[in-house]
């Protein structure tokens, strides 16, 4: 990993190290990763974000950024932070956070949004003000522009102690682009 952040730095000296990781995991490959006796379907645990595909990293559209300080500030709530996932490890009921992506190209891009979640979790992206929640389907970001969004998930029809894994999708068709967000929680009060 040390060695693939060192290339994508290369290809781009300006990114911070939030963006490299960001370009790393939101980029890596999901589909057909097994366990280390290479035929064992991966589970979500072992999978993470994927396997560190450096043939799309370093082309990424958008990344997300997170200061280190900031970090620390939400140690013992990290999923507050703009981290390239969604982990809530004591997940009472629900819950909606925000993210803040940046367009490191020269043109504007588009993505549209895909979502894969059991039927107990509900995952939504969009707009959230006040009480109010507007859903979006696609993501718009201007070049070398930012865009916050929310990410609402509904929980309260998982069994308590169990743990479930969704993703977000985004995909750019003129660019044949596909990135990805996990989400997982584990049900608690």
């Given at each position: 990993?040390?060695?693939?952040?060192?290339?994508?730095?290369?290809?781009?000296?300006?990114?911070?190290?939030?963006?490299?990781?960001?370009?790393?995991?939101?980029?890596?490959?999901?589909?057909?990763?097994?366990?280390?006796?290479?035929?064992?379907?991966?589970?979500?645990?072992?999978?993470?974000?994927?396997?560190?595909?450096?043939?799309?990293?370093?082309?990424?559209?958008?990344?997300?950024?997170?200061?280190a300080?900031?970090?620390?500030?939400?140690?013992n709530?990290?999923?507050?932070?703009?981290?390239?996932?969604?982990?809530?490890?004591?997940?009472?009921?629900?819950?909606?956070?925000?993210?803040?992506?940046?367009?490191?190209?020269?043109?504007d891009?588009?993505?549209?949004?895909?979502?894969?979640?059991?039927?107990?979790?509900?995952?939504?992206?969009?707009?959230?003000?006040?009480?109010?929640?507007?859903?979006?389907?696609?993501?718009?970001?201007?070049?070398?522009?930012?865009?916050?969004?929310?990410?609402r998930?509904?929980?309260?029809?998982?069994?308590?102690?169990?743990?479930?894994?969704?993703?977000?999708?985004?995909?750019?068709?003129?660019?044949?682009?596909?990135l990805?967000?996990?989400?997982?929680?584990?049900?608690?009060?």
């Amino acid at each position: 990993i040390a060695g693939s952040a060192a290339l994508i730095k290369a290809l781009h000296p300006t990114w911070t190290p939030g963006q490299i990781r960001s370009a790393l995991m939101t980029s890596a490959l999901t589909a057909g990763v097994v366990k280390e006796d290479g035929v064992t379907p991966a589970t979500p645990y072992d999978v993470g974000s994927g396997r560190v595909d450096l043939t799309k990293a370093g082309s990424v559209s958008l990344t997300f950024d997170e200061s280190a300080d900031n970090y620390l500030l939400h140690q013992n709530d990290l999923w507050n932070t703009n981290y390239p996932s969604l982990y809530v490890p004591v997940m009472a009921g629900a819950l909606t956070v925000q993210r803040t992506v940046t367009n490191v190209t020269g043109e504007d891009v588009k993505y549209e949004i895909g979502i894969e979640a059991p039927a107990d979790l509900a995952v939504a992206v969009g707009r959230a003000n006040g009480n109010k929640f507007e859903v979006m389907k696609k993501l718009e970001v201007r070049k070398n522009g930012q865009e916050t969004f929310a990410i609402r998930v509904d929980a309260r029809f998982v069994p308590q102690g169990e743990t479930r894994h969704a993703t977000i999708w985004l995909y750019n068709k003129k660019n044949n682009e596909t990135l990805h967000f996990p989400v997982t929680i584990v049900r608690e009060e």
